[in-house]
């Protein structure tokens, strides 16, 4: 995978020369994205000055759950590598089947962008790079901001019991809460929350922090939150009893004492 969220990890680190259980917290929700200023950076003077272009210019480059910038540039950003990849490389149908139905771009999406900020001009066709960068985002920002939906709004997914997979009497799995959701993923798959949604295997996959842990070794405390619960019995109280703290960013403690 590319360095982006490891770099993200070095540059908030560096920040502070001592540490803390709080810090650590904060680093564990960052949703900043090293991806998305290294393409910012070439793209602000080329977004169009409409409502929407405006929103995007805007960002502050976070994928937090109401932020309408990160559901424009993942449109210019999908829109682009379709363009230069689809239909100038692969062909679109094969390019959609690797979007949907692998993980190739989330694991080796470092490589595209490689290639889409500093590959030669032969891969950006008549339009050269910017002229291409320029289309591409006329085409994400023409819609009226209020119908551009929140990144929450962008990222539902349900969470599935792994035996049942979404299978049996619907109103039974309701009622039982064998399934939970739907809930929505913050950060994307360049930050260190990382959030990226792909089928695989003909199954819908996430990548996501689960389970959350600090230590501060001078102490007999682990600090932690799991996107469940340490049971996995459907019947058991604990089945899904840490899933609202997780969602919350909210930790619980548990002690060598206990």
Not at 28 to 50: E, G, K, W
Not at 55 to 62: C, I, K, Q, T
Not at 178 to 205: C, E, K, M, W, Y
Not at 208 to 219: Q, V
Request: glycine content about 8%; hydrophobic content about 45%.
């Amino acid at each position: 995978m590319g360095s982006y969220r490891v770099e993200r990890i070095v540059e908030l680190l560096k920040e502070r020369s001592s540490h803390t259980v709080a810090g650590m917290k904060q680093i564990q929700a960052d949703v900043y994205s090293i991806q998305a200023r290294r393409f910012m950076a070439v793209l602000r003077p080329l977004i169009p000055d409409t409502p929407a272009g405006q929103m995007l210019a805007a960002w502050d480059l976070r994928y937090d759950a109401d932020s309408r910038g990160a559901t424009l540039f993942e449109l210019f950003y999908a829109k682009l590598l379709r363009e230069v990849f689809g239909k100038g490389l692969f062909g679109v149908e094969t390019w959609d089947a690797v979007v949907s139905s692998t993980s190739l771009l989330i694991v080796y999406y470092h490589r595209f962008d490689d290639v889409l900020l500093e590959g030669g001009e032969a891969w950006f066709g008549p339009e050269g790079r910017e002229g291409l960068f320029r289309r591409i985002l006329a085409e994400a920002t023409q819609a009226d901001p209020e119908s551009v939906k929140t990144w929450a709004e962008e990222r539902k997914v349900m969470l599935q019991n792994i035996l049942f997979a979404g299978k049996g009497p619907r109103l039974l799995v309701r009622l039982l809460g064998v399934d939970r959701g739907p809930i929505s993923l913050q950060g994307n798959r360049a930050t260190i929350v990382q959030g990226a949604i792909f089928r695989s295997h003909g199954r819908l996959t996430t990548f996501a922090p689960s389970y959350r842990y600090i230590a501060d070794l001078h102490t007999d405390e682990a600090h932690t939150v799991l996107a469940g619960g340490p049971s996995g019995r459907i019947l058991s109280k604990w089945y899904a009893a840490d899933l609202s703290r997780w969602l919350k960013w909210q930790y619980k403690t548990l002690s060598a004492g206990l």
